[in-house]
Structure formats: C-alpha cells, structure tokens
C-alpha cells in the first residue's frame, strides 16, 4: 500500500513539473520570430511576430522606427511597423527584445524600391485604340444630335413667318 502511495505521489510530481515546463519556457526569450513580407516596398508596413514575450517588448531596426510588441490571448506577440519612404533598397536586420528577458533575437528582411505616388496616369500614356473609338462615337452622336436640333428649328423658325 504504502509503495503505491510513494508511485502516485511520484507520478503527481512528475507530471505538475512536466506541466509547468511550457510555462518556464515561455518568458525565456523571443523564439519563433517570424516578418510578413518578406520583401516589403519602402514606405509600406511590415509585421512581426515572435512568441516568448510573455510581457510584451520591442523591436528595432534601422528602416523603422522603434515599434512596441503587444501580446494578444494566445501568447503571439506582434507589431506592425512602417518602413522609411527613403530606406536605401537592400537588406535589413530587426532585433526583437522581451520586456521581461534581455536575451535578443535577430531576423532579416529585404526593403525594395519605392513605388511612388499611385495618383493615376496623369497623361503619361496615349489612349488605347478602344478609347479612341468610344470618344469619336461619342462625338458623332454630338454632332448628329446637334445638327437634328439645329434643322427642327429652322423649319419651326421658317413656318411661323
């Protein structure tokens, strides 16, 4: 009796101790550190995440500013940061630091050219053959329009004198 007592209370230890390893684990640092996209334009965002930030934390790099890490319900930490309009196109590392934990992980990325205003064509292409033919009926049926109207009322005009 007494042998199955000492096997259930080592089996118990066991087992709270295998439990609350996931949880020890968890504020050992940032791990899993993971930037969606990969390659981003400058002047867009860009999002990291990382777990192990149990307590938030933070990220750096030299084509963002200092951006903070918030912890969501399932224990994914994540920051959302707008790359420079002028970063230099290339690649670039960010370092991602826990609040509660000094280790530091690093994680590349590349920053692409910018892609400029998207403010429409301004003018700066000709129009398409389609576009041609739309415009010229359209100025057909002006001038058609136009030319009924003008008749009617010469014969309207002429009658009444």
């Excluded at 209370?9 to 439990?19: E, G, K, M």
């Excluded at 398409?128 to 001038?143: I, K, N, P």
């Amino acid at each position: 009796m007494r042998a199955a007592r000492t096997l259930a209370v080592t089996a118990t230890a066991f087992a709270a101790v295998a439990l609350a390893a996931p949880l020890a684990a968890a504020n050992n640092g940032p791990r899993d550190v993971t930037v969606n996209p990969f390659d981003v334009h400058a002047g867009s965002t860009i999002t990291i995440t990382a777990r192990g930030c149990g307590h938030g934390g933070t990220v750096t790099s030299n084509a963002f500013p200092e951006t903070n890490l918030s912890v969501n319900s399932n224990g994914l930490s994540s920051a959302i940061a707008r790359v420079h309009d002028r970063a230099t196109p290339g690649s670039y590392n960010l370092a991602v630091k826990c609040r509660d934990n000094s280790s530091v992980v690093t994680h590349s990325f590349r920053v692409l050219p910018g892609r400029g205003a998207q403010g429409g064509l301004g003018g700066s292409l000709a129009p398409s053959s389609t576009e041609m033919a739309v415009g010229g009926g359209l100025v057909a049926a002006a001038a058609l329009g136009g030319g009924l109207f003008i008749a009617r009322r010469r014969r309207m005009t002429g009658a009444e004198v």
